[in-house]
Nanobody
Framework: QVQLVESGGGLVQPGGSLRLSCAASGNIFGINSMGWYRQAPGKQRELVGAFTSDGSTNYADSVKGRFTISSDKAKNTVSLQMNRLEPEDTAVYYC??????????????WGPGTQVTVSS
């Protein structure tokens, strides 16, 4: 009943910027955490940046200082501003949200992924 949809991916040159957005729709009773992950060819999915349940942020070391996550919980959205992109950032980026679906139940939801390619 809940769906996550990402947007903003595409092809960008090294040093460029992209902004990814993710919006959740459906019966959402609360947001526990939200963030972005990515999976590059031949690699496992990894954390890019996320808001944890206590409101703190976590970033991969490789993106600290370049990427920034933001959210609008009232609109059930989370965004990822990516600056000074590098070829190593090329990956499929996935939105993730841990949502409260009942009084005592949290459930993880994933978007279908959006491709980010950094290349000349």
């Amino acid at each position: 009943q809940v769906q996550l949809v990402e947007s903003g991916g595409g092809l960008v040159q090294p040093g460029g910027s992209l902004r990814l957005s993710c919006a959740a729709s459906g019966n959402i009773f609360g947001i526990n955490s939200m963030g972005w992950y990515r999976q590059a060819p031949g690699k496992q999915r990894e954390l890019v940046g996320a808001f944890t349940s206590d409101g703190s942020t976590n970033y991969a070391d490789s993106v600290k200082g370049r990427f920034t996550i933001s959210s609008d919980k009232a609109k059930n959205t989370v965004s990822l501003q990516m600056n000074r992109l590098e070829p190593e950032d090329t990956a499929v980026y996935y939105c993730n949200m841990r949502l409260k679906v009942s009084l005592l139940t949290l459930r993880d939801y994933w978007g279908p992924g959006t491709q980010v390619t950094v290349s000349s």
